[in-house]
């Protein structure tokens, strides 16, 4: 197993690419299953999650190339329609291989994954959403077993006690575009990563209208047909890099990004008092000024996203003052606290708050990484830490972040990877 070890207190100076985004390439992979025509994927982030989609993707009978970041998908799925456990038990992510195997095989036998550490997270939209187009729907042995003798367009609503679910929106869409008939999703995701897999599934002949909205319709379409598609930018990776620049008191220039994905972040950095430019297609994060308190509520897009809660607390621990961070939608993501607290963080939680009161420095100690975000707030610590901060378990970095350290060592940070 890798760690990290990292000395803090530089400001963070230069200029980054940002990776295409984890949760848009997940979805899109899976979304070729609903062909047998060959699909590339341009702008793919090499990331483990990615891997184990395309092992998925290879299980059930497809031809996977990668090389740099173009994805190729060919040959004919061999009708195999089981997603294992021990491959979906390891990202979430791969549940959303259940809606194109039901819409094209008319079957899928798909495991569950489970829960994990930032929280329960059910799966009965999924179902509620398939059932709706007419599938019929066990759970035996751990698997989701799925059939349907033909699927059929529906008006669903979709929305749960936490709001819009993106990968049961995805699913869904993806069970619809080949359902006869039209399909409305109500309360549907809005996230920008549901706008780029229905802009892929668009290209492959889907009839898709109102994507990026709480209201997605499909008309269903007989077959859909081999496409070309460069996916988004990761608008975490981005925004990770942002309070990066923020916490260590440095400017980066970030390449590649969309400014309109981000309002929610750049809008509490002002808050905080943290300069953010728009350039072309490029941000300039200035973050030499003191910094000030601010609370954040996570919400559905165009919310604040709970993918960045870890890091923005990690800001505020370092920020003189009290702020209030509110979890709403993952009600467990708060496995850093107890990390953040052992470098000196003064953070407690209360129910679905935490109170960051915000403390003069933070000291680097060996820290555990418990998920992939927690990991990415426990390395911005380190980076302004006092002293080595090591950080174990880090395999769950690299399930979402692109060669973190690299991008990290060339904006100036002391910070190298180590067997354990
Ligand atoms: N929910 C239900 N029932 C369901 C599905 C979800 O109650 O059937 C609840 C969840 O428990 C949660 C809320 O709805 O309270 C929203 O969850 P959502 O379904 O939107 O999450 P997800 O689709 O499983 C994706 C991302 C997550 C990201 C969330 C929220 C992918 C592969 N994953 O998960 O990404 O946090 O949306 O934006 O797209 C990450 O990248 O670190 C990550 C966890």
């Known amino acids: 197993m890798d760690k990290l070890v990292v000395f803090g207190a530089r400001p963070l100076i230069g200029e980054v690419k940002i990776s295409g985004a984890k949760n848009a390439v997940l979805p899109i992979l899976a979304a070729t299953l609903l062909t047998d025509e060959p699909c590339t994927i341009k702008n793919s982030p090499n990331l483990r999650d990615t891997n184990t989609m395309i092992r998925i993707l290879r299980s059930l009978g497809k031809n996977v190339e990668f090389d740099r970041d173009v994805i190729e998908v060919t040959s004919k799925a061999n009708g195999k329609f089981t997603a294992e456990y021990k491959l979906v038990s390891t990202m979430r992510g791969s549940f959303c291989v259940l809606g194109p195997l039901l819409a094209k095989l008319n079957k899928a036998r798909v495991s569950l994954p489970g829960g994990c550490v930032i929280g329960v997270r059910p799966v009965d939209l999924h179902l509620k959403g398939i059932e709706a187009l007419g599938a019929e729907v066990k759970i035996e042995g751990g698997y989701v077993n799925a059939k349907a003798k033909i699927l059929k367009g529906n008006h669903i609503y979709l929305g749960g006690e936490f709001g819009s679910s993106v990968l049961a929106t995805e699913n869904v869409m993806m069970a619809a575009t080949l359902s006869k008939g039209k399909t409305i999703i109500e309360a549907a995701a809005c996230e920008p990563e549901v706008e780029d897999l229905a802009n892929f599934l668009v ?8 994507q990026g909205t709480p209201r997605i319709e499909i008309e269903g379409v007989k077959n859909l047909h081999g496409a070309e598609h460069k996916v988004i930018p990761d608008r975490i990776e981005a925004g990770t890099f942002l309070i990066a620049a923020a916490i260590t008191k440095g400017k980066i220039t970030l390449n590649g990004v969309i400014w309109q994905h981000l309002l929610a972040v750049i809008d509490k950095l002002a808050q905080a008092g943290v300069r953010v430019k728009r350039t072309d297609g490029r941000m300039i994060v200035n973050a030499k000024t003191r910094l000030k308190p601010v609370n954040i509520t996570t919400l559905p897009y165009p919310g604040f996203p709970t993918d960045l809660q870890a890091q923005f607390m990690a800001l505020m621990a370092v920020t003189p003052g009290i702020s209030i961070i509110t979890e709403k939608i993952f009600q467990d993501r708060f496995m850093h ?13 209360e129910g679905p708050h935490s109170i960051v009161q915000g403390v003069k420095y933070l000291s680097g100690a060996p820290l555990m990484a418990s998920d992939l975000r927690a990991s ?20 769950h970095l690299d399930r979402g972040y692109e060669n973190l350290e690299v991008k990290l060592k060339a904006l100036g940070a002391n910070v190298r990877r180590e067997k354990e």
Do not use: C, F, H, P
């Open 203 to 210: 290209k492959m002949g889907a009839r898709i209208e109102g």
């Open 337 to 349: 606290i107890a990390e953040l607290n052992r470098m000196g963080a003064n953070i407690q939680r």
């Open 376 to 395: 990415a707030a426990l390395v911005l610590a380190g980076l302004v830490a006092k002293g080595r901060t090591d950080i174990s378990r880090i395999y």
